[in-house]
């Protein structure tokens, strides 16, 4: 029988490619959005051929108006919406509030509606901050929020724990799972770009003078929808109450734009050449939340195994490399870059 998923944020950079890829693999999909009337017409022209197989709801993370009707007669819920700005906010808790609250919103309102597994898009950066001097991690680390982290940071951290803390007193009856990701590259459908494309799009299109001792691990968008599909169809007993961290390999700015050189050399023009010294990034730190947070990551490598997930649910991750040139092509595509 076709299942039904509810995916919350279709609007979205993962949120789409969820939804595409459930849509190809059968499913019946809801989708909720902030603004029907803004946001129905573009998801109808990305898939015209859904019809009724895709249904659109009102409804936000901050207000239960709308979440009966999107968990109607839904089976399953990949729970993908949460707020991912670009620039550090001046209070943590404007992120922080809207994803505990609309986490929390999501698991009650599907357990009304009786569903049998809930998967959460959480993160890496769940796992992989707070610990000093720590380099590699997996599914079994959790981000120290006792060490003071950027609220994006901590908002996801609060999230997942919040659910995993809300499903062990409230026993529901469906499998909870998170999947989380690193750092998310691949083909953008619009020119909306998630936080992490924008990070390349900056490398191309000229806007980094200077390459940052940074750097992030990377994982592909359509193996995170993959891995959310996966998720929805394995056997409960193999997801039930894991993480899946999403990831493919570690990359430091400076590989990422040799990467861009050697497998997209007509988008090289702009691409930065001379390394930023550290002790201008420490310079700058005063002067923006942006520069303090880029500080704080100078030299620090988070290499997040994404190895769990190829244990547990068989993934086989597009490399890195692939993903980049992608995103490259695709944003040229869009006309977001120009070569
Ligand atoms: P995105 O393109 O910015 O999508 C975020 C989605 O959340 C949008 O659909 C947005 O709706 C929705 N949203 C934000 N605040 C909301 C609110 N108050 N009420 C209802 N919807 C709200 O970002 P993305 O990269 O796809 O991220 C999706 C999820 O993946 C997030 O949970 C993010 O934390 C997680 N994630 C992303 C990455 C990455 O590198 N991209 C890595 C790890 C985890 P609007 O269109 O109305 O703003």
Request: aromatic residues 8%; hydrophobic residues 45%; proline residues 6%.
């Amino acid at each position: 029988m076709t299942r039904t998923a509810l995916v919350t944020g279709g609007t979205g950079y993962i949120g789409g490619e969820v939804i595409a890829q459930l849509l190809d693999a059968g499913w019946r999909v809801h989708t909720t959005v902030r603004n029907v009337a803004k946001s129905e017409p573009r998801l109808r022209a990305r898939w015209p051929d859904a019809g009724d197989r895709l249904s659109v709801f009102q409804a936000d993370l901050m207000s239960d108006d709308g979440w009966a009707e999107a968990n109607a007669g839904c089976d399953a819920v990949a729970h993908v919406a949460s707020p991912f700005p670009l620039s550090v906010p001046k209070h943590a808790d404007e992120l922080v509030i809207p994803a505990r609250e609309g986490t929390l919103r999501a698991l009650r309102f599907a357990v009304d509606a009786g569903i049998d597994r809930f998967v959460q898009t959480s993160s890496a950066a769940a796992i992989a901050y707070g610990q000093p001097g720590k380099d590699r991690f997996d599914h079994t680390d959790w981000t120290d929020l006792t060490a003071g982290v950027p609220p994006y940071i901590e908002s996801k951290t609060v999230a997942e724990r919040a659910a995993r803390d809300w499903v062990a007193v409230h026993k529901p009856d469906f499998t909870f799972c998170s999947i989380n990701p690193v750092v998310v590259m691949g083909p953008v459908a619009s020119d909306d770009l998630s936080t992490s494309v924008e990070i390349l799009k900056r490398l191309v299109d000229g806007s980094v003078p200077l390459i940052p001792n940074v750097g992030v691990s990377i994982v592909d968008v359509r193996d995170v929808a993959k891995m959310h599909v996966l998720a929805m169809e394995a056997p409960a007993a193999t997801v039930r109450g894991e993480r899946f961290p999403a990831s493919e390999s570690f990359l430091w700015f400076a590989d990422m734009v040799e990467i861009v050189r050697r497998e997209t050399p007509e988008f090289a023009g702009k691409l930065p050449t001379r390394r930023m010294p550290d002790w201008l990034v420490k310079l700058l730190r005063p002067f923006s939340a942006d520069f303090r947070q880029l500080a704080s990551e100078l030299g620090a490598k988070r290499d997040v195994s994404g190895k769990h997930a190829v244990d547990l649910l068989g993934m086989q991750y597009i490399p890195a490399a692939q993903s980049i040139a992608d995103t490259v092509r695709s944003l040229a595509a869009q006309g977001i870059v120009k070569n």
